[in-house]
């Protein structure tokens, strides 16, 4: 009975005003809150009563009633939409009563109605079944149209930003790749949820694109007040692109998903013996998130068909002087420079507005690398033009911390710098901020990203890029990083790895350049050839950049003799010998020394422990405790670090070696053959340098060792071991 009475309300007032023309200045407040509760008590009582209110709603002779009180109904009627708070077929209804609402009510008044609820609203379902209504109404509008669209893109695209990003701990292991998942895997809630509000926002636009797409008939028979809308529309529905590939794309995998072979495993036999194996090649299935992104790019595209505004917008991001824009010239400059500046600040302003830095790099991945639309592209952009225009885009993205992200701007870096030929960029260039952060960029990613393939990328991505400078060029990037990176031993000695291939570059050239050879190299190398604490350095934290310098070193006196001297390495050897090699020297004897005794000194407590307790040791890394270590253990450190000094002073004994073949034309004994006999190392030990004698490493503890007289060869069957030579050349030895 009480149900009847809800519906026999609902019909009362509705017949009251069917087929008139009343306005809503017209309408009696008390009929409004009759319709209005009764519509809320019919949704509330069930499918039965939530049909009659659909179908009254959907009544031609009802619609002028519904038009003026749709902003009224249209609250009563979304909180039915949440999961769970009604029947399936109630959210049907209710689906269907918004339908109706979109087609009748005034157009303005209901979009800001939806807008409206949609602030703050966290119910992803009652979020897509607003849409449907709101993509209808909106296109009902008329007269202009575009800041309205682009205020609804703007309030849609907020909702999505409020949804997290799949969350993953730092990975331990640097082979982990699990972030190729993000997007792709769908276990995780987070991805889901972007991917079904980022579909939904997709197929909401596709209506809206294509009215804005690009036309010369249509647009031909427009006026200026509808092509001037047009274009503002347009705008848009760039940015809202845009920012889509900025929030989530950019974030989730994009790739192209590999084609496996699945060799049939029930092969014929006659057809194994004839050696022949089937192979069933699987199509695979494309990921959400890349059909996502095919269908951005593809609206890109109608509404851009040459990408010209993106690229464009890519353009204002990049330094003044590398742009395509023209110049002004210098007798308009001072007439213009007032004038024009506000003016290009202002259209610059609103070109970063209109196209986010990240959304961009999104695209030009897209379209470089994962080539969506790449034969749309204007074939008169050159690639020099291209790289330079995307290189505040990608030290951007090269700094964020997530790992799909950091992907596409190494891969995008990958495609642009190998477009280039080598020495295709001057030097000028690096005049320019971004083109000199770009390698800061790199080493940002080689040292804190936890993934070796990234790392590896970035350091591959590092070499071309050197290489694509004129040797100026190479040897101020090469200098820059030096300056910039000194303190940290594995970036110090990965540059130092770089010079070394340059000038092994250059010498191959005929003649070699200046800027690796001469005073530029010993430049370089007054930077390189220093131990920061004399021979008192720690030279396990700096193991990192002494090792490739003494490589370097070795490769030099090897390669450039001193007849030709063609580095004018000889020409600064007495310097290098007395500042760095001798000082290295003393500093592999004391650390040897000291790690040797503090070798035997665990090896003795270990010896001595008794208690299990007994068997810790504590150790202190700069200052901080470290937890409590097995003497097995920091045995092992320790012997580690015997090692590292025996490979620092081979090194030096090989660079030694070869120079004392240059100064006295005869290559120096460089073995000692180990064996027993009747005298002690100690009787042997020197106390002092002789100029006239050689000194060998002792096989027995490691001490500086003045070779015996008459020494002679083992006997057959005996050890045999080599060591190296730590005797270096007489200050007053000129090379050349």
Not at 40 to 66: D, T, Y
Not at 473 to 499: D, F, N, P, S
Not at 681 to 692: G, K, R, V
Request: net charge negative; charged share 30%.
């Amino acid at each position: 009975s009480a149900q009847s009475n809800m519906a026999d309300d609902l019909k009362a007032v509705l017949q009251k005003f069917a087929g008139t023309s009343q306005q809503e200045d017209d309408l009696e407040p008390e009929d409004k809150d009759v319709f209005l509760v009764s519509a809320q008590k019919c949704l509330e009582a069930g499918e039965a009563e939530s049909e009659i209110l659909l179908r009254e709603v959907s009544n031609k002779a009802n619609e002028v009633f519904i038009r003026e009180v749709g902003w009224d109904l249209l609250p009563v009627v979304t909180p039915f939409l949440t999961a769970g708070k009604s029947p399936d077929i109630v959210q049907q209804h209710c689906r269907g009563i918004l339908g109706m609402l979109a087609e009748v009510c005034k157009p303005k008044e209901f979009v800001l109605g939806i807008l409206e609820k949609l602030e703050g609203l966290e119910d992803d379902e009652v979020f897509k079944a607003l849409l449907p209504p709101l993509q209808r109404v909106l296109q009902r509008l008329t007269g202009k149209k575009g800041h309205c669209i682009g205020l609804t893109l703007t309030t849609l695209h907020s909702h999505l930003t409020e949804v997290p990003l799949p969350t993953k701990k730092k990975p331990q292991d640097p082979e982990d790749e699990s972030w190729r998942q993000f997007g792709v895997d769908m276990k995780d809630k987070h991805v889901r949820r972007l991917l079904d509000m980022t579909e939904a926002l997709v197929e909401f636009v596709k209506p809206f694109v294509q009215m804005a797409k690009k036309d010369s008939v249509k647009e031909a028979a427009m006026d200026k007040e509808e092509q001037k809308d047009l274009e503002i529309l347009r705008k848009e529905l760039v940015k809202f692109l845009t920012r889509l590939l900025k929030y989530p794309l950019v974030y989730l995998n994009l790739e192209e998903p590999q084609v496996k072979e699945v060799k049939d495993k029930e092969q014929d036999s006659e057809r194994a013996t004839d050696g022949a194996e089937a192979e069933n090649v699987q199509e695979p299935q494309k990921n959400r998130c890349r059909l996502c992104a095919e269908a951005n790019m593809s609206y890109i595209q109608a509404l851009d068909p040459s990408f010209s505004r993106l690229l464009n917008l890519c353009d204002y991001y990049c330094p003044p002087d590398t742009r395509g824009r023209k110049r002004t010239k210098p007798e308009q400059k001072d007439k213009e420079q007032e004038g024009d500046h506000g003016e290009e600040q202002k259209e610059e302003d609103d070109a970063k507005e209109e196209a986010p830095l990240l959304g961009l790099c999104c695209f030009s991945y897209l379209l470089f690398v994962e080539n969506m639309g790449i034969e749309k592209m204007p074939a008169v952009l050159s690639h020099e033009y291209l790289g330079a225009i995307h290189i505040v885009l990608i030290c951007d993205v090269l700094k964020k911390p997530h790992r799909p992200v950091i992907h596409k701007g190494l891969e995008l870096t990958r495609r642009l710098l190998g477009n280039l030929e080598p020495f295709s960029l001057s030097y000028e260039l690096l005049e320019l901020q971004p083109f000199a952060v770009l390698p800061e960029s790199l080493i940002h990613v080689m040292v804190k990203c936890p993934t070796k393939s990234l790392r590896k990328l970035a350091h591959q991505q590092l070499t071309a890029y050197i290489d694509k400078f004129d040797w100026r060029g190479r040897y101020m990037l090469l200098r820059g990083l030096m300056e910039k990176t000194e303190g940290h031993a594995g970036v110090m000695g990965l540059v130092v790895g770089k010079v070394k291939d340059q000038i092994d570059a250059c010498l191959q050239e005929d003649p070699p350049s200046e800027w690796f050879t001469g005073n530029r190299l010993s430049e370089l190398l007054r930077k390189i050839l220093h131990l920061p604490d004399g021979a008192t350095t720690d030279l396990l934290d700096n193991r990192d950049w002494i090792v490739p310098t003494l490589n370097l070193l070795r490769y030099l006196v090897i390669k450039d003799k001193p007849d030709q001297n063609q580095t004018g390495i000889w020409t600064d050897w007495p310097g290098v010998e007395k500042g760095f090699l001798r000082q290295l020297r003393t500093g592999v004897n004391l650390s040897k020394s000291h790690f040797m005794e503090e070798l035997n000194k665990t090896k003795l407590k270990q010896k001595n422990a008794k208690k299990p307790q007994e068997m810790q040791v504590s150790i202190e890394v700069a200052g901080d405790k470290m937890p409590d270590m097995p003497f097995e253990q920091q045995i092992m450190v320790l012997e580690s670090s015997m090692q590292m000094f025996s490979v620092i002073e081979s090194l030096l004994g090989r660079i030694t070696e070869i120079t004392e073949t240059y100064r006295t034309g005869e290559k120096p004994m460089g073995k000692i053959y180990k064996r027993e006999t009747d005298w002690k190392c100690s009787d042997f030990h020197a106390e002092e340098d002789d100029p006239d004698a050689v000194y060998m490493t002792c096989p027995c503890c490691g001490e500086k060792t003045k070779m015996p007289k008459g020494f002679e060869p083992p006997k057959p069957g005996e050890e045999l071991k080599q060591f190296d030579i730590e005797l270096g050349p007489p200050d007053d030895f000129d090379y050349l």
